[in-house]
């Protein structure tokens, strides 16, 4: 008897996506409905994939680490990944402040005497290294903090390298990697849950955020989003091609699944295991993604620097204030620098816009003339954001079997 051919889960996705936009539209008059009985569903969803995304960053790092067998090859990973986050995060909020001057004549000019918005602590960049590293073995876990997570793992990693070869080492190896494939499993089960996740994540977005999107900040948002498709477009197709060996078709046909997951879900933290499924059905290796991508979700934030570019001048062009060119030099390092602090969760964009307010002086009571509408901007930024993580991992995966070759030719003459 034929097996009836299942849907694909892109396909599965971008059905609940249709779906979720039609249903939205459908109860913008009943959009409390959508927020009490249908955005539940999605939050479960979400915390399911928040709950296995710990133990995979955590168990996949060390599994990768100790599969390396050397601390040197861990330590050119992760320089050549760090390198990349940082010079694609400057390019995009330079980007992003050309897109916004370009559009500045159609920004609407909204009233800006009733405004507050309180932002949360922003915190020094010395405080931000010190975050890095954990006091606690439990607490990065419980707290999910991603860069004490990945640094816990690390350690722990290297300790393993460091009780070299025998049966102890064996035994703990083989744990790893059996716990490993224990919560790729579990996240196995709840990615088959994505459709119904996307449909309850999104329809009350729309429902409620509807007339939102017809309304005055339209411009702004249109601005955002031509910047994040050519972003995306233009200068990953360009990464991946020249450095990573791959033609950009395949490489947006392959992410598929993973950027319409988090347009839904606005959470790359959240995202991060479709990311790793896909880009390891791209070819890149375990070994690999399992160390950049969970790196690029904390620290790469290319799609929310856009945001912040748009944003800061639309801002400025509201309380008539003109950006001179080392303003924007100031908002472009500090973009890039605030990007390593800020955890790839929901909303983390406007702490970060709070912040480049700050640097160049800019009132950050301005945040609440776009705060309206940030889930919106938030799709297509975490759409950058995790499109950027997977180039990055496509990238360094050709460039390491690259070097491996090399390597073997030297040592076969």
């Given at each position: 008897?034929?097996?009836?051919?299942?849907?694909?889960?892109?396909?599965?996705?971008?059905?609940?996506?249709?779906?979720?936009?039609?249903?939205?539209?459908?109860?913008?008059?009943?959009?409390?409905?959508?927020?009490?009985y249908i955005k539940p569903f999605g939050?479960?969803?979400?915390?399911?994939?928040?709950?296995?995304?710990?133990?995979?960053?955590?168990?996949?790092?060390?599994?990768?680490?100790?599969?390396?067998?050397?601390?040197?090859?861990?330590?050119?990973?992760?320089?050549?990944?760090?390198?990349?986050?940082?010079?694609?995060?400057?390019?995009?909020?330079?980007?992003?402040?050309?897109?916004?001057?370009?559009?500045?004549?159609?920004?609407?000019?909204?009233?800006?005497?009733?405004?507050?918005?309180?932002?949360?602590?922003?915190?020094?960049?010395?405080?931000?290294?010190?975050?890095?590293?954990?006091?606690?073995?439990?607490?990065?876990?419980?707290?999910?903090?991603?860069?004490?997570?990945?640094?816990?793992?690390?350690?722990?990693?290297?300790?393993?390298?460091?009780?070299?070869?025998?049966?102890?080492?064996?035994?703990?190896?083989?744990?790893?990697?059996?716990?490993?494939?224990?919560?790729?499993?579990?996240?196995?089960?709840?990615?088959?849950?994505?459709?119904?996740?996307?449909?309850?994540?999104?329809?009350?977005?729309?429902?409620?955020?509807?007339?939102?999107?017809?309304?005055?900040?339209?411009?702004?948002?249109?601005?955002?989003?031509?910047?994040?498709?050519?972003?995306?477009?233009?200068?990953?197709?360009?990464?991946?091609?020249?450095?990573?060996?791959?033609?950009?078709?395949?490489?947006?046909?392959?992410?598929?699944?993973?950027?319409?997951?988090?347009?839904?879900?606005?959470?790359?933290?959240?995202?991060?295991?479709?990311?790793?499924?896909?880009?390891?059905?791209?070819?890149?290796?375990?070994?690999?993604?399992?160390?950049?991508?969970?790196?690029?979700?904390?620290?790469?934030?290319?799609?929310?620097?856009?945001?912040?570019?748009?944003?800061?001048?639309?801002?400025?062009?509201?309380?008539?204030?003109?950006?001179?060119?080392?303003?924007?030099?100031?908002?472009?390092?500090?973009?890039?620098?605030?990007?390593?602090?800020?955890?790839?969760?929901?909303?983390?964009?406007?702490v970060m816009l709070a912040m480049v307010?700050?640097?160049?002086?800019?009132?950050?009571?301005?945040?609440?003339?776009?705060?309206?509408?940030?889930?919106?901007?938030?799709?297509?930024?975490?759409?950058?954001?995790?499109?950027?993580?997977?180039?990055?991992?496509?990238?360094?995966?050709?460039?390491?079997?690259?070097?491996?070759?090399?390597?073997?030719?030297?040592?076969?003459?």
């Amino acid at each position: 008897m034929k097996e009836k051919k299942k849907l694909s889960l892109a396909a599965q996705i971008f059905i609940a996506l249709v779906l979720a936009v039609i249903a939205g539209l459908l109860m913008q008059k009943n959009a409390n409905f959508a927020e009490t009985y249908i955005k539940p569903f999605g939050t479960i969803f979400l915390n399911l994939l928040k709950f296995i995304v710990v133990p995979i960053v955590l168990f996949s790092i060390m599994c990768g680490i100790i599969s390396m067998k050397d601390i040197k090859k861990v330590g050119s990973i992760g320089a050549k990944t760090v390198v990349y986050y940082m010079c694609t995060t400057a390019f995009a909020i330079t980007f992003g402040l050309i897109g916004a001057n370009m559009f500045k004549g159609a920004f609407p000019k909204i009233a800006t005497t009733d405004l507050s918005y309180k932002a949360d602590q922003t915190i020094s960049l010395m405080d931000t290294i010190v975050n890095i590293f954990p006091s606690n073995f439990v607490s990065p876990m419980v707290e999910a903090n991603m860069l004490q997570v990945i640094v816990t793992a690390l350690i722990l990693g290297f300790g393993i390298i460091l009780l070299g070869e025998g049966e102890r080492n064996t035994r703990l190896v083989t744990a790893c990697n059996d716990l490993n494939d224990v919560f790729m499993k579990c996240m196995e089960m709840i990615l088959k849950l994505s459709p119904i996740g996307v449909f309850c994540l999104l329809s009350p977005v729309i429902a409620s955020n509807g007339p939102a999107i017809i309304g005055s900040l339209a411009m702004v948002l249109l601005t955002a989003y031509v910047c994040y498709i050519i972003h995306a477009v233009v200068v990953y197709s360009f990464a991946v091609k020249t450095m990573g060996g791959m033609s950009p078709l395949k490489f947006f046909k392959g992410m598929l699944p993973a950027i319409m997951f988090a347009f839904s879900s606005s959470s790359s933290v959240g995202t991060l295991p479709i990311n790793m499924e896909c880009v390891e059905n791209m070819g890149a290796s375990k070994e690999v993604s399992s160390f950049v991508l969970p790196l690029g979700a904390t620290i790469n934030m290319d799609g929310t620097a856009i945001y912040q570019g748009v944003c800061a001048i639309f801002i400025a062009s509201c309380y008539g204030i003109h950006l001179t060119l080392p303003q924007m030099l100031t908002m472009i390092l500090t973009a890039t620098l605030a990007s390593i602090g800020t955890a790839g969760v929901p909303g983390a964009g406007m702490v970060m816009l709070a912040m480049v307010l700050a640097s160049v002086g800019l009132p950050v009571d301005g945040i609440a003339l776009v705060a309206g509408v940030d889930r919106i901007f938030d799709m297509g930024r975490t759409v950058v954001n995790i499109t950027g993580d997977a180039s990055c991992c496509i990238i360094v995966s050709n460039m390491e079997r690259k070097k491996d070759a090399k390597r073997e030719i030297a040592n076969g003459l």
